[in-house]
């Protein structure tokens, strides 16, 4: 990608010489010419380096460095000084300066310089992207402060240390696996592997020979010994998600992992010790589904030592804010936006608005807005369709282009009311927001019988 390069300099010279010298490299440069408009251009531009000349009207150098470094304490600057202003030169590095140039000098100093500060400043960005990546891997990122998700919090933490087998539930996107990922980075077995298990996302037979292994020759196409996921988690711990998936024979065998702590690899007779330490996750009603006979009430109990529960991000509402905050500064740092903003009008939307998928969905929202949204702050028509026309869903229809025939629309809603309510007259009004006495009126009006059995 084509590097942003910020040349600040009050002698034009200057400028139009470190212009020249930099031309054949691959850099875009943008100038300014004081210190007060190159602190705007950084704003404006967002460049990855800046050159900064420490003697310039309005503001001089080391005024804009601070309020440079002010704003993005990891930007590389080089500073550009006079010959003999070396007190100047490390001053400026205390506040942050990475380098500096004393005037005259060479081109090849210059550009070799350069390169070298944009080395940094790229590898600043990959730390802090690793960083933070990790943190997500390990489950240190558990945004919010609601009682539910701190309550949550708390049995992570009592729990992490035992070898107690923990159940995860919660609807889909709730941060099941990040909890999981908490436990077992929280554990001592924090060293060990940690293997994950989608049981849903593989068919019966496959899933037994990946949970277990198998031996040479146990079947069509397995042509050498295949350690499975328990072997690979020893010392460690497993994550079975979507355990609510797993078939009732496999559930069998892993019912015996979970009491005896030991299989046997398909086509194998060796038996195999393990000390594995299980978290499941489920979005399923595992209780119901043992009710149903879908799924082995003692394999529920084994799993269902701990539970823990992790409410639905509407019964939550009040870490909504933190989220936003959260997902809008991964997602601008991540595409290298300037950090963005939600109106009052758009906060109050994402407020209300239901996220039945939940923190998935709000992410993903997030992330598409910090893709596609121009401005830094982000109006009501930049949401997505669905979370305004919910919001808007019980005052205002959405009136499409080609338009409507209002009476048909009322003459539908009320036929649709009353089938909704069993033709309950009364029940089928309070729908329609409407008197019992309107209900019949325009009943009559359109012909609308009130008898199911006369249409
Ligand atoms: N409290 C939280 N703080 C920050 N990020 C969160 C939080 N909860 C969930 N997330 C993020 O939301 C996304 C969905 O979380 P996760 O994958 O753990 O959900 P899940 O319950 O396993 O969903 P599914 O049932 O669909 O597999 C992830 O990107 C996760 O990092
Ligand atoms: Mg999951």
Redesign the pocket.
Known sequence: MTKKILIADDEKNMIWAMKRALKNEDYKIITASDGKEAVEKFKKEDPDLILLDLRMPEMNGMEALREIKKEDSKIPVIMITAHGTMESAIEAMKIGALDYISKPFEIEELKVQIRKALDIGDMTKQIEFLTEELR?KTGK????DSDK?KKVLEIVNRVAKSNATVLIT??????????ANAIHYNSDRADKPYVKVNCGALPENLLESELFGHEKGAFTGAVARKLGRFERADGGTIFL??VGEISLPMQVKLLRVLQEKELERVGGTETIKVDVRIVA?T?KDLKKMTEEGSFREDLYYRLNVIPIE?PPLSERRE?IPQ?IE??LEKYCREIGRSKMKLSKEALDIFLNYRWKG???EL?NVIERLAILCEGDIIEKNDLPRELVYENNKNTEFILPKEGINLEEVEKNLIQQALEMSDYNQTKAAKLLGITRHTLIYRMDKYNISGNKKDI
């Not at 990122?141 to 919010?144: F, L, N, T």
């Not at 919660?170 to 909890?179: Q, V």
């Open positions: 997500e990122v558990i945004i919010g998700i919660g609807e889909s996107g709730t941060g099941k696996e990040l909890i998600d979507e996750a979005n992790l870490d989220l959260y997902f939940n923190i998935r992410e």
